[in-house]
C-alpha cells in the first residue's frame, strides 16, 4: 500500500459530498442540501467516524472517487 500525502481529496460518485482529508482523524465535509453548500469540519472521535475516513482513504471505487484540491476548493466560492 502507497504512503497518502496529506491533505487528500475524495467525493461521492453522486457528487454531493466533498471531503478534504486532513489526516487519518479529521477532515473537512462539503455537503449539497439543496441549494445550499454546508461546510463541516469533523474530528473523528468515535470508531464508525474513524472506519469512515478508513474507507474513505482505502476503499476508492466503492465509498469515494478520487477528488482534487481544486475540484474541492471551487466548491467552496460557490
Do not use: C
Request: charged share 25%; hydrophobic share 35%; glycine share 2%.
Amino acid at each position: 500500500m502507497s504512503q497518502i500525502t496529506f491533505p487528500t481529496y475524495r467525493k461521492y460518485k453522486n457528487n454531493k459530498n466533498f471531503f478534504k482529508i486532513i489526516n487519518e482523524s479529521e477532515f473537512e465535509e462539503i455537503s449539497f442540501i439543496g441549494s445550499r453548500v454546508i461546510v463541516t469540519k469533523h474530528l473523528a472521535k468515535i470508531l464508525p467516524d474513524r472506519n469512515l475516513i478508513s474507507d474513505l482513504l482505502y476503499d476508492i471505487g466503492n465509498t469515494a472517487e478520487l477528488s482534487n484540491q481544486e475540484e474541492y476548493e471551487s466548491y467552496l466560492n460557490s
